[in-house]
């Protein structure tokens, strides 16, 4: 699995963990959430490279990747009828286990903040947004917070994968306080301290 990115809460510490994994897995690049989601040249697969200071910094940082980058996806009722209006290849039936609405918004797209006020205004829209990628989303920190006020719940067709958390030992030792923030299975690779 090719790994595109490494998202870190400073551009520094980024390039470091990029660095560090670069022999090992090619040029990944480095980004903070934001040069991240301003990138759309860059891949979905990605490792997140927590703070290496403080256990209660990577904490936070990995809540705030969970907030604005790990969106599920939709269904795969909602996905295949999706793909249906999109007329784009529906793969095979598999099963289902998500519950959940069976109706949804689709934005495809950019959304921007008049976009998403025009869209909260009106009442017969479900609260179940879907995007094409996290990355076409243009909220401000402030925006997305109105946004998530108003029962939104973002889905991606598309959605980020994270191949790794990559971090020192002391992230290791904290595993069960991290483990709940990343999708289940998510490996730690070591880098060095």
Do not use: C, N, Y
Not at 137 to 143: I, N, Q
Not at 165 to 174: F, H, M, N, Y
């Amino acid at each position: 699995m090719s790994v595109s990115a490494v998202i870190a809460p400073t551009a520094a510490r980024a390039r470091r963990a990029a660095g560090a994994l670069g022999p090992v897995h090619g040029d990944l690049l480095p980004r903070t959430i934001e040069g991240f989601l301003e990138d759309r040249g860059a891949g979905l697969s990605v490792v997140v490279a927590p703070d290496a200071e403080s256990i209660d910094a990577s904490l936070a940082f990995l809540r705030d990747v969970r907030r604005r980058i790990l969106w599920p996806p939709p269904s795969a009722r909602l996905r295949d009828a999706i793909a249906g209006l999109r007329d784009e290849h529906v793969a095979a039936k598999h099963h289902d286990r998500q519950h959940g609405s069976l109706s949804a918004f689709l934005l495809e797209g950019d959304v921007t903040k008049a976009r998403a006020r025009r869209a909260l205004e009106r009442h017969d829209v479900s609260r179940d947004w879907i995007v094409e990628d996290v990355r076409r989303v243009r909220l401000d920190a402030a925006a997305h917070a109105r946004v998530a006020g108003a029962g939104v719940r973002w889905f991606a067709l598309h959605p980020v994968e994270v191949v790794a958390l990559a971090g020192e030992t002391g992230l290791a030792r904290a595993r069960r306080k991290w483990v709940g923030l990343v999708p289940p299975g998510t490996p730690l690779w070591t880098l060095r301290e």
